[in-house]
């Protein structure tokens, strides 16, 4: 067993873990934290993606081992005061989501790409979101979330500033 | 998919990476981003006893300038090789083969020297590499080597590497400004290439044309000769040994290796 | 205002996008509490006799604490074919194989672990000694190694009669086109893979939990299988990761781990990875069609002929029945004086065919409009301008087809006129025309493809399709639905809490929906074949209405009023004596001494016909052969629309399953039957990257079977979209010589039809 510590959502961590346990699991198993889901065994559907240190990563594909000494953030830790953090707003807004299975990597991958990308065109997102699939939605209003969720980023820091 | 159990120790330094890999020698592999190993590891494809995690060091991370070559550090991400004021002018080139690794999440882990240490045939930073004749930075128990890409990749998953050695940083030639051309044929945007082809200053290398990628040698040669770009791709499957799968058949990589080519000296990117 | 009609958000959303849907998976029960792990031994060959399975190495592995094997399941009876008595009774399919593998993912044994890491670990330690047989593959497959040796032939049944087709049917015709399609065998890949969690109780009871599109369908499924009566099994149905008519009623493993947790009186769980489910879980699609389609030079189409042959897979499932529906909808939306249409229907060494999203009925869409596409090639017209010509005229009464299909209500042309309009379709041919002309590397093709489709058409067995719906009123002001309908993913809390609010003025967010637990509601038909809306909804507004009846009569008695005098104020919901709202009694006040509730069962006269066109635009790369699709404008009329934003998602998802099985998807097996798609870094299941945004049309046409108005739209975008893509690529390149190209329409594909048509590029 490994000794690990990492911050997940805020919450210092420390555990005891067998090397092979991936993130994912970790978050899972370990933490109860079950909103990222595993959907595929090739690092292909992104249904698992979460935040290391502020980057989308698919949490399928990082051992628990290696993200000792790092932050992780999932969708459980999104949103603060019972409010939903401005990209999950959107996706509901927009009917981003159906049977939600894709939905927490997709939110996460979202809140990433945004991050890099503040003002992405809508080719970028559909590029942004390679990594993620979706069967229910054919893409179509996630894009449309992505995009509103920019734009209401950006009302919100133009509210902050000029306030 | 989940990988059979093993030991991890994470390295330290570049030093006490290699002392641990003298010490396990077969039983270990190096861990940076894992998104070339761990894919296997968990397909079982791949069973290493034993995981010598080297991503912790920033000793290997980094790019910088020496002389007329560009120095990366080989654990660092695709991502931010993609992002790389410096790589993005003095090899685009490059930059623009780690944005095309996956998908944002896998560039937000995988580094250069996972990728090119695997040494798919298919995959971007090798054919880069070798379009931009680059060359790798080895260390080992005897000290260090330079060995330059047309060396390097040697098979169908298989470098030059010795197990007991480390790579450490990877140096492009600087050729800022010069055109250059990129051609990723895919069905599905994070896909492998089924075909790929990379060219700068009369180097044209081909990815998924052979067990590793290849250059372009007779479509070179015309080129020098003074062939324009149609003409000399007409020229670039010879000497090629395209393998069959569901994505293609040997003529029609064929086929794409001479559009894409002419496409790629005609600088598009793709 | 009525809400009904409006853009509701949904009210399960919050939940989903912060701690997550709670699938199977997810499911923490202290019921589950010690649960062991089990793990499917597959099969790797594809046909193959079992000599024996050794799991003596497998049992000392860490963390074992058993393996099963076929022998173990003895008692239990092996799956029966569907529609047996049609369908070869041989043909059955054991819990566990026991001496004959028949597909790879054929599970041949059990591991049972402490942890689930253990499983991988153990899984390959279990030794199977096979003995390969010939793998049987292909849409004629010989009887030289037969599948099911009792059976005598690889043949599993037909439908219809081929020795009744007619040889002159054809007669009179001026030109005649004959053409053999495929429509490809492809992987519904929910993003939930399938699983579920079993543990019996002290009261010999069963209760599982189970993804699926139907507790009570699963439940009397998993009783039969199980040899025990349907009241010792309860079915709890979690939040379901999609579905797409692959997770109807009980597959093998389900039984299995039911049957595990009662032999080791423990509770049992299973996850499958996702190579399992593109192996193991039933595949869609896999018909080949011949179609051949005559009429007159100016443009009629006088008779057509659909020759069917649907590779069922190993097992005959819901595939070997779904030509059934095929047969049924072979004319689609034309008026054509002579068809005919047969089936059959064969098994081969692959993975089991079930229902994918449309079930048979793409299938009929997308021969039907290839056929029209080739007619329209071969006389030289423009292909719009044949559907308009052919299309049925506008009817508002029923209009029963040849094949016995009752359509209820239909304007196809307006359907037709109002898509092409939308997609600006006389300046994409301009544009077309230019491209071609010049001689472009980049050719567009505009791909038409017009479609009725038959939804909840019931269980077919003489009963009208219907529902029942539970509505209840609460004091504290909420209310609670319970629904035999079986949402995962389309919005059954919210559209349900639209219909009863509308009727009893409770506000949406206080009405909670259930559904899929078979102790809680013991009588449902699930959600698939777009019935849920139509019948499941239907059957929330009655179910409110006779509530509000009902209520009538208490509010009577508590206003001492007659019940005729009072009336019912939705802004309020409350009951008042006309003319004096003072006098007025709260809904909620009138559940206070006893339970308000009611429970109805809506019945539907019939399946009802939703019907639209797809107009596909795409760039073909006539150099590689690559096809970029830029647009999608579809017009799909399921009549009147309960909440257009639920109503759009349902039409985007079937439009990107449609066009991804077009040109991108396909299940590939080589020449042993190994399969060579098993990993989604292999299936090309489409991303967000290759499509484009899509162009929806509005089109209400509603029907008279149900007071909503409302047909089903669940598979419709999975219908037109196919046809449509297939028809643009083939259209873009069709000066140059290529007249069909078979889906996926890959640039391989492409490339090798331009090689074959002597164009040069």
């Not at chain 3, 002929?305 to 499932?317: C, H, S």
Request: with cysteine; proline share 5%.
């Amino acid at each position: 067993m490994t000794h690990i510590e990492m911050t997940v959502n805020g919450d210092k961590r420390s555990d005891e873990v067998e090397p092979r346990l991936l993130l994912v699991h970790y978050l899972r198993e370990v933490l109860g934290l079950r909103a990222a889901n595993v959907g595929c065994d090739t690092t292909s559907c992104g249904a698992c993606t979460v935040l290391l240190d502020g980057e989308s990563v698919k949490s399928c594909t990082v051992l628990a081992v290696q993200a000792s000494g790092h932050e992780v953030t999932t969708t459980e830790g999104l949103s603060g005061d019972g409010e939903l953090h401005p990209v999950q707003a959107a996706f509901r807004q927009n009917h981003g989501l159906q049977c939600g299975f894709c939905t927490p990597g997709m939110v996460m991958a979202a809140v990433g790409l945004l991050a890099e990308n503040p003002h992405p065109t809508e080719a970028e997102v559909r590029e942004g979101l390679e990594g993620n699939f979706c069967r229910c939605t054919g893409y179509h209003n996630i894009i449309r979330a992505v995009l509103a969720a920019a734009d209401t980023e950006q009302g919100q820091a133009n509210a902050e500033v000029s306030a | 998919m989940i990988p059979a159990q093993f030991d991890y120790v994470a390295a330290e330094s570049a030093t006490h990476a290699l002392g641990l890999l003298a010490q396990h020698g077969d039983d270990a592999k190096l861990l940076a981003g894992g998104h070339s190993l761990l894919p296997m590891m968990k397909l079982r494809l791949a069973q290493p006893e034993v995981l010598i995690d080297i991503g912790g060091l920033t000793e290997l991370a980094g790019v910088s300038v020496d002389g007329e070559a560009l120095v990366i550090g080989a654990t660092t991400r695709h991502a931010d090789l993609a992002a790389s004021d410096l790589v993005r002018a003095e090899a685009p080139l490059l930059a623009y083969a780690a944005s095309q690794v996956g998908d944002p999440q896998i560039r937000h882990r995988g580094t250069i020297g996972g990728s090119l240490s695997h040494a798919d045939p298919a995959a971007d930073l090798p054919m880069a590499l070798v379009a931009l004749g680059g060359s790798v930075e080895l260390l080992g128990p005897g000290g260090s080597r330079t060995v330059s890409a047309d060396d390097f990749f040697l098979g169908f998953f298989e470098t030059a590497m010795q197990p007991d050695e480390l790579l450490t940083a990877i140096r492009i030639p600087r050729r800022p400004g010069v055109p250059w051309g990129y051609q990723k044929f895919v069905r599905r945007a994070n896909d492998w290439a089924i075909v790929g082809v990379a060219a700068v200053d009369g180097r044209i290398a081909l990815a998924n044309m052979g067990p590793k990628p290849l250059r372009a040698t007779a479509a070179e040669e015309a080129l020098a000769a003074g062939a324009s770009a149609a003409e000399a791709a007409q020229h670039a499957a010879e000497g090629t040994s395209p393998g069959e799968d569901i994505h293609a058949d040997r003529e029609y990589r064929r086929h794409l290796a001479k559009v894409l080519t002419r496409r790629a000296l005609e600088h598009e990117t793709a | 205002m009525s809400i009904l009609g409006t853009r509701v958000l949904r009210t399960e959303d919050p939940k989903f996008l912060t701690t997550g849907g709670v699938y199977t998976e997810d499911v923490v029960d202290e019921r589950l509490a010690g649960a062991c792990h089990v793990f499917f031994v597959r099969s790797p060959i594809a046909h193959a006799r079992i000599n024996s399975v050794d799991v003596s190495a497998a049992l000392e592995a860490p963390g074992v604490v058993a393996v099963y094997t076929g022998a173990d399941l003895a008692d239990l009876a092996p799956i029966p074919p569907s529609a047996a008595g049609l369908i070869s009774t041989e043909m059955v399919q054991r819990l566990l194989a026991t001496d004959k593998v028949r597909f790879v993912g054929d599970a041949v044994a059990a591991v049972v672990t402490e942890h689930p890491y253990q499983g991988e670990d153990a899984m390959e330690l279990v030794a199977v000694d096979y003995d390969p047989l010939p793998a049987v593959l292909g849409y004629d497959p010989s009887d030289d190694s037969l599948l099911f040796e009792a059976a005598g032939t690889n043949v599993a049944g037909y439908w219809g009669d081929a020795s009744q087709l007619n040889p002159d049917l054809f007669d009179g015709c001026e030109v005649v086109v004959s053409e053999t399609i495929i429509n490809q065998r492809v992987a519904p890949a929910p993003m939930e893979t399938r699983g579920s969690a079993a543990v019996w109780g002290d009261d010999g009871r069963l209760t599982t939990w189970i993804p699926n599109q139907g507790a009570q369908g699963t439940k009397a499924e998993m009783a039969k299988l199980l040899g025990i009566d349907e009241s010792l099994v309860r079915v709890i149905t979690p939040d379901v990761g999609g579905a797409f008519g692959a997770k109807f009623g009980a597959d093998p493993e389900h039984v299995v781990v039911a049957w595990i947790a009662r032999h080791l009186g423990r509770p049992a769980r299973w996850t499958e990875t996702r190579y399992e489910n593109l192996i193991a879980m039933t595949h869609g699609r896999a018909q080949q069609h011949t179609v051949t389609i005559g009429g007159s030079r100016d443009g009629d189409v006088q008779a057509y002929r659909l020759e069917i042959v649907q590779d069922a897979g190993a097992y005959p499932r819901i595939g070997a029945v779904l030509p059934m529906l095929t047969i049924l909808m072979t004319t689609g939306p034309y008026d054509i004086p002579k068809a005919e249409s047969v089936a059959k229907v064969v098994v081969t060494n692959t993975t089991p065919i079930g229902a994918y999203r449309g079930a048979g009925r793409p299938e009929a869409t997308a021969a039907l409009e290839r056929a029209i596409d080739l007619f329209a090639a071969e006389i030289g017209a423009d292909p719009a301008d044949v559907r308009r010509r052919n299309l049925l005229a506008p009817f508002t009464e029923p209009h029963r087809t040849a094949f016995g299909a009752l359509y209820d209500t239909g304007d196809y042309a307006a359907a037709l006129d109002r898509a092409l309009a939308a997609a600006g379709y006389a300046g994409l041919r301009e544009e077309q025309a230019k491209r071609r002309a010049s001689g472009d590397i980049r050719q567009l093709g505009i791909g038409v493809a017009s479609y009725v489709e038959i939804t909840g058409m019931g269980d077919g067995e003489g009963t009208p399709p219907q529902e029942n719906a539970t509505v209840e009123v609460h004091p504290d002001g909420t209310a609670t639905i319970l629904t035999g309908t079986s949402p995962h993913g389309q919005g059954h809390a919210t559209a349900w809490a639209m219909i009863a609010s509308e009727e009893l003025g409770i506000p949406v967010d206080k009405i909670t929906l259930k559904w899929g637990d078979t102790d809680l509601i013991p009588e449902g038909g699930g959600t698939g074949g777009s019935r849920s809306l139509q019948q499941g909804g239907a059957a929330v507004q009655q179910a409110a209405q006779e509530l509000l009846e009902v209520a009538r009569l208490r509010a009577a008695a508590e206003l001492e009023a007659n019940a005729v005098d009072l009336v019912f104020d939705k802004t309020r919901s409350a009951f008042n004596v006309a003319g004096d709202p003072e006098a007025s009694v709260p809904l909620t006040r009138l559940a206070e001494n006893e339970r308000l509730l009611i429970r109805t069962v809506f019945s539907q006269p019939g399946a009802t016909f939703p019907f639209g066109t797809h107009v596909a635009v795409v760039e073909v790369d006539t150099e590689t052969g690559k096809t970029t699709l830029q647009r999608v404008i579809t017009v799909d009329d399921a009549g009147t629309i309960l909440n257009p934003l639920l109503a759009e998602g349902q039409r985007h998802g079937g439009i990107g399953q449609g066009a991804a099985q077009a040109f991108l998807e396909e299940v590939v097996y080589d020449d042993d039957g190994n399969p060579l798609t098993a990993s989604f870094a292999d299936y090309p299941f489409v991303s967000a990257t290759e499509m484009p945004s899509f162009e929806l049309a509005d089109m209400a046409t509603p029907t008279s079977y149900n007071p909503l108005g409302a047909k089903g739209i669940g598979e419709a975008g999975s219908i037109g979209s196919t046809p449509a893509v297939q028809n643009a690529v083939v259209d873009a390149v069709a000066h140059l010589g290529v007249r069909h190209i078979d889906m996926p329409v890959t640039s391989r594909r492409v490339w090798q039809a331009l090689q074959a048509a002597g164009s040069e590029h």
